[in-house]
């Protein structure tokens, strides 16, 4: 099912009467911008999981989605191919995102690498684990790189976001790379 509202202060009803697995947030809207209505959504009891959508190539209210919610984010002037595989890839329960847009949103915001988190609560297994969370593969491709089941994977993956206090694989991989751990 394929619903459509007009500003963000309809998203909340939207959600609430189609239930859909994901919803594309526009992030710039006139009465309530997608932030809020992502932050919102975020309350709700069995939120959707949401792609953030911006006109901009990459900019700190992108930031300030992943922050709020969001599971993944794009830009308006993808294809429609990528818009409908990124819808696939995140009901699926897998983050989206480039290292490319991960890195230029540490740059953008003036975070220096050596001013990272600190990722001394994390096994050296989850550091690895990390790493290549941050590269933007999936559970499985993890699994694959580094010679784990996904079961052992997701295990890891649930463990770092418990340390590092992130809700999604996108605020990982923005600490991994504000960490130094990808360059």
Do not use: W, Y
């Amino acid at each position: 099912m394929v619903g459509c509202v007009s500003d963000g202060d309809e998203v909340p009803a939207a959600v609430a009467s189609m239930k859909p697995h994901v919803v594309l947030m526009d992030l710039k809207m006139r009465r309530v911008g997608g932030l809020e209505a992502t932050r919102r959504l975020m309350e709700l009891q069995s939120p959707p999981k949401v792609i953030a959508m911006t006109a901009m190539d990459v900019d700190d209210l992108v930031v300030k989605a992943v922050a709020a919610g969001a599971h993944s984010f794009l830009s308006k002037d993808e294809s429609p191919l990528t818009f409908h595989q990124s819808v696939r890839v995140v009901a699926s329960g897998h983050t989206l995102f480039s290292p490319e847009a991960l890195r230029r949103i540490v740059s953008e915001r003036g975070m220096p690498q050596s001013a990272g988190p600190d990722l001394s609560r994390l096994t050296e297994r989850e550091r690895e684990v990390l790493t290549v969370l941050a590269e933007g593969e999936s559970n499985a491709d993890i699994g694959r790189r580094l010679f784990m089941g996904e079961t052992t994977v997701k295990s890891h993956v649930s463990a770092i976001f418990d340390k590092l206090g992130v809700r999604n694989r996108v605020e990982a991989a923005l600490q991994a790379f504000r960490a130094g751990l990808v360059v």
